[in-house]
């Protein structure tokens, strides 16, 4: 039987937009839900305060110092290795089977659960390269982590850049190297922040691997090689010790604020390099 093309259209503008509809309902249902719970213990002693009785009271400053050095380093870790193996694929090499392989294996990377890089993130920094539970381990495992999200999000904004701009510069003498770092990696510059931006996201908001790698400790770290306790750790282990619920509720909040502004920024600064080179 042939369906009537309008009605297949009216049916297929209902199906998306009911899809579309309930994510975003899910999301802001969730986003409203911890805020509502969490924004009446936010304040600004509880911002700056040290956690006092296993988290009962006190504030949170330890664990947001935590995260953002945590995210920060990690981030400095993958970035440079992320956007280099990804100029290399696109720019430095041919399509053959290894290129294939490498694409393969950093797409099975970025879909395996976060608990198993814990765990590889344990034996090898904390046990076999003893550096115990770290700042440094907690952010070579995130770095990891985040590493194939950055090089494939990197590939399609270089592939993004047309043709045509590689060709003019190759015919004004410039050399592949010259192409690359005052050409391509420019234009190409709003998508690979994205893709780094995504990798701050999932870095932030990681539990599993930093418990494994970077510990829990409540204090302030002075080094590298201090353990370290990142929001995302501290809600989670308030909660489900049943330690302060209310506290748990407020990290939560912060965490979600943090992540909304990192984002946001984001948007922003990417928006703003679009306009000047438009």
């Not at 937009?17 to 002693?45: D, E, H, N, R, Y």
């Not at 296993?54 to 995260?67: D, E, K, L, T, Y």
């Amino acid at each position: 039987m042939k369906l009537d093309p309008k009605h297949t259209q009216k049916a297929a503008v209902a199906v998306l937009g009911s899809a579309t509809l309930l994510t975003l309902t899910a999301l802001v249902f969730i986003i409203v839900f911890v805020l509502q719970k969490g924004l009446p213990v936010l304040s600004w002693a509880f911002l700056t305060g040290s956690p006092q009785d296993m988290g009962r009271a006190g504030g949170i400053f330890p664990a947001i110092v935590g995260s953002v050095s945590l995210t920060v380093l990690a981030v400095l870790l993958a970035a440079p290795l992320g956007v280099g193996t990804a100029v290399y694929l696109t720019e430095y090499t041919r399509e053959s089977r290894l290129t294939v392989l490498i694409r393969f294996g950093a797409d099975c990377l970025a879909g395996i659960p976060s608990i198993i890089f814990g765990l590889f993130g344990f034996i090898l920094f904390v046990t076999i390269m003893k550096m115990g539970w770290s700042l440094l381990a907690g952010s070579l495992t995130l770095a990891l982590m985040i590493l194939p999200t950055i090089i494939r999000t990197t590939e399609e904004a270089i592939k993004a850049v047309p043709l045509s701009y590689r060709e003019v510069s190759y015919s004004l003498g410039a050399t592949r190297w010259q192409t690359v770092h005052k050409v391509i990696l420019p234009n190409a510059l709003p998508g690979i922040l994205t893709g780094v931006m995504l990798g701050v996201g999932r870095a932030l908001g990681e539990t599993a691997a930093v418990i494994f790698t970077a510990g829990s400790s409540l204090r302030m770290p002075a080094s590298v090689f201090d353990s370290v306790r990142t929001m995302a750790v501290h809600f989670y282990l308030l909660a489900r010790e049943g330690i302060s619920p209310e506290n748990a509720y407020g990290t939560a909040a912060a965490l979600i604020i943090a992540v909304l502004s990192v984002n946001l920024l984001a948007y922003w600064m990417m928006n703003r390099m679009v306009a000047k080179r438009a």
